[in-house]
């Protein structure tokens, strides 16, 4: 693969990662997860990091580290944040660097998978219960959407497969 940057947005539980791995390995390119940079950088966990800084600082730290990998690396497939598209101009930058991808889930099946993973690791969402989860993704789906619809592909629910993201991008000349 040459000069492609993938970026993969969506909310969480979307599949970024999952599918972010599969995608990197067909396309012989090196597989980020913005959340582990970010902890790698401040060397401690997200929740932790949420817990003793704030929101607003992890924000910040989310958009310096998508911006550090943009100017160093060249090629790579990047499973983003739910939140990131949102804040700092981020989605611009993605679209700018590279092609952007909306992971595009329904909210039942997404409060599904964050309650298998564990909702914990997930300090915007962890306060609810399993009634009130999915009408938190619902609202928080609806504020982000303006953002992830501006992704240049847009994948939904169960259509999501390794073949047919890599088809897309063929027919978007990548
Ligand atoms: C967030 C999603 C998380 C993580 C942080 C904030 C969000 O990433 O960046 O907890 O704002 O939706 P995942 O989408 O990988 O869970």
Same mark, same amino acid.
């Given at each position: 693969m040459q000069?492609?940057?993938?970026? #993969?947005?969506? #909310?969480?539980?979307?599949?970024k990662?999952?599918?972010?791995?599969?995608?990197?390995?067909?396309l !012989?390119? =090196? *597989?980020?997860?913005?959340?582990?940079?970010?902890?790698?950088?401040?060397?401690?966990?997200? =929740? &932790?990091?949420f817990?003793?800084q704030?929101?607003?600082? *992890?924000?910040?730290?989310?958009?310096?580290?998508? @911006?550090?990998?943009?100017?160093t690396q060249?090629s790579?497939?990047l499973?983003?944040?739910?939140g990131? =598209?949102?804040f700092?101009? @981020?989605?611009?930058?993605?679209?700018?660097h590279?092609?952007?991808?909306?992971?595009?889930? @329904? =909210? !039942?099946?997404?409060?599904?998978?964050i309650?298998e993973?564990?909702?914990?690791?997930?300090p915007?969402?962890?306060?609810?219960?399993?009634?009130? #989860?999915?009408?938190?993704i619902?609202?928080?789906? &609806?504020?982000?959407?303006?953002?992830?619809?501006?992704?240049q592909?847009?994948?939904?629910? @169960?259509?999501?497969?390794?073949?047919?993201?890599?088809? &897309? #991008?063929?027919?978007?000349?990548?």
């Amino acid at each position: 693969m040459q000069h492609l940057r993938l970026f #993969l947005v969506g #909310l969480a539980g979307s599949g970024k990662s999952t599918l972010g791995k599969q995608l990197a390995e067909r396309l !012989g390119a =090196p *597989f980020y997860d913005l959340d582990s940079q970010i902890e790698n950088r401040v060397g401690m966990s997200i =929740p &932790e990091y949420f817990s003793q800084q704030g929101q607003a600082n *992890f924000r910040i730290q989310e958009s310096e580290c998508l @911006n550090e990998l943009i100017a160093t690396q060249d090629s790579f497939v990047l499973a983003t944040g739910g939140g990131a =598209p949102c804040f700092h101009f @981020n989605m611009d930058a993605m679209n700018e660097h590279g092609t952007t991808i909306y992971l595009d889930v @329904n =909210p !039942g099946d997404l409060a599904l998978r964050i309650l298998e993973d564990g909702v914990e690791n997930r300090p915007l969402l962890k306060s609810y219960d399993q009634q009130d #989860l999915i009408a938190e993704i619902r609202a928080m789906k &609806e504020k982000r959407q303006g953002f992830y619809q501006q992704a240049q592909i847009k994948i939904r629910d @169960n259509q999501i497969t390794v073949d047919m993201i890599v088809s &897309e #991008l063929k027919s978007a000349g990548k």
